[in-house]
């Protein structure tokens, strides 16, 4: 539920992949217990499905390391995973994006995986075969801080209903070099004279979005900040 499973299993496909020693705790985690059935509403109304992603990315001289929950394109690959199927995307400078999937939960699968380690062990002790699979990795390896990782969000608003709110929240958004791509308001409550905005943003820096939250936090006109979820596209 909060995304450590996941965590432990990016910290060693990251180190293969890269080469490099990345450790779970140099991993960014959250899990899904934040979502509410409202976010899964906007994201199918907005063409998107929700998925637990574990993203790991290598890009100049850092390495990228996170699992959160992501908002994705509803006619993706990994938009299709769901039950027991798990699914790795892999994307390389010739290969393109490649994908492997199957059932990564239950008895059987399992079992599977457990006894093929195993008879992998024991063939490579009467074998006399040692370590086939030895990679020397990195341990300089430089991790990329939350705070820089760059993406688009998706943030659902309580707020006053009245002219000029949304004129407020696009300026707090602005002065922190946020641009908004679309807004939807609906009426929520007409009783406390609240409606709940949802906002979709341009590519925009971590950091730089967890300073304009708690901007938006105080905002008199902010009644709540429902939630906000990472898009990866």
């Not at 004129?167 to 807004?183: F, N, P, Q």
Request: charged share 25%; net charge negative.
């Amino acid at each position: 539920v909060e995304g450590i499973d996941a965590a432990y299993k990016l910290a060693i496909l990251a180190s293969l992949a890269f080469q490099s020693q990345v450790q779970p705790e140099d991993i960014y985690c959250e899990g899904i217990s934040r979502l509410s059935s409202r976010d899964f509403r906007y994201a199918r109304e907005l063409g998107f499905a929700i998925k637990l992603l574990a993203i790991a990315k290598r890009s100049n001289h850092s390495i990228e390391v996170r699992v959160h929950p992501v908002f994705i394109p509803e006619d993706s690959l990994l938009a299709k995973v769901d039950g027991v199927y798990n699914a790795i995307l892999v994307e390389g400078d010739l290969v393109g994006q490649v994908l492997f999937y199957g059932q990564g939960a239950g008895p059987l699968p399992t079992s599977s995986a457990v006894i093929s380690d195993i008879v992998s062990e024991a063939r490579d002790i009467v074998l006399n075969a040692g370590n086939r699979f030895q990679v020397k990795l990195d341990s300089g390896a430089l991790i990329k801080p939350m705070s820089e990782i760059e993406t688009r969000y998706y943030l659902r608003l309580s707020v006053a209903d009245r002219p000029g709110v949304l004129a407020r929240i696009t300026k707090v958004l602005g002065d922190h070099r946020i641009s908004i791509a679309s807004v939807i308001q609906k009426e929520a409550d007409s009783a406390a004279q609240t409606a709940e905005a949802v906002i979709m943003t341009h590519p925009a820096q971590e950091k730089a979005m967890q300073q304009a939250l708690d901007e938006l936090a105080h905002l008199a006109v902010v009644k709540e900040i429902g939630n906000f979820v990472r898009v990866e596209a």
